[in-house]
């Protein structure tokens, strides 16, 4: 799956530099110890989703293109994964309300956005699911989408 490194690229190089920057180095090792530590279980077993590996305290829902839904959150600077925690596909981006710009042309690639306190994770993967975790548990709840796909059926 993770040929798609040099599709991501490209996309990632339609942006300036200054909107987004690969993380590399320290930087890189300081997100995934943090993004490790901080949303996923302690006791995992690797797989190739990270979707698999998180920790069991988030919200989800599994709507076609929800992903669009995270633009009326993304409002400060963020961290992106794209793919597995190897992957080499993590970024800042400086501005979170360009990510759907980003992510619109990269359809069907696992991506997980976090931001520098880590208080926050939502991540979607290739099944269309939608999750949250931190203080985006609170923001998915009350978004008007969620509230009418889970009120029409019953739990």
């Given at each position: 799956m993770y040929r798609d490194k040099d599709y991501i690229e490209q996309e990632i190089d339609k942006f300036s530099k200054q909107e987004i920057q690969r993380?590399?180095?320290e930087r890189k090792r300081d997100f995934i110890i943090h993004f490790k530590r901080k949303f996923l279980k302690t006791n995992r077993k690797n797989t190739f989703s990270v979707f698999e590996m998180?920790?069991?305290?988030?919200i989800g829902i599994d709507v076609y293109e929800s992903w669009k839904w995270v633009k009326d959150y993304l409002t400060e600077r963020i961290?992106?994964?794209?793919g597995t925690i190897e992957s080499e596909n993590i970024y800042e981006i400086k501005d979170g309300t360009i990510?759907?710009?980003l992510y619109d042309n990269l359809p069907g690639i696992e991506f997980y956005?976090?931001?520098s306190k880590y208080d926050f994770l939502i991540g979607y993967n290739h099944s269309n699911c939608l999750v949250a975790m931190g203080?985006?548990?609170e923001w998915l709840e009350n978004d008007i989408r969620y509230k009418n796909y889970?009120?029409?059926?019953?739990?």
């Open positions: 993380l590399s180095g998180l920790q069991d305290d988030f961290l992106v994964l794209f990510f759907d710009q956005i976090t931001n203080r985006a548990i889970y009120g029409s059926r019953q739990l």
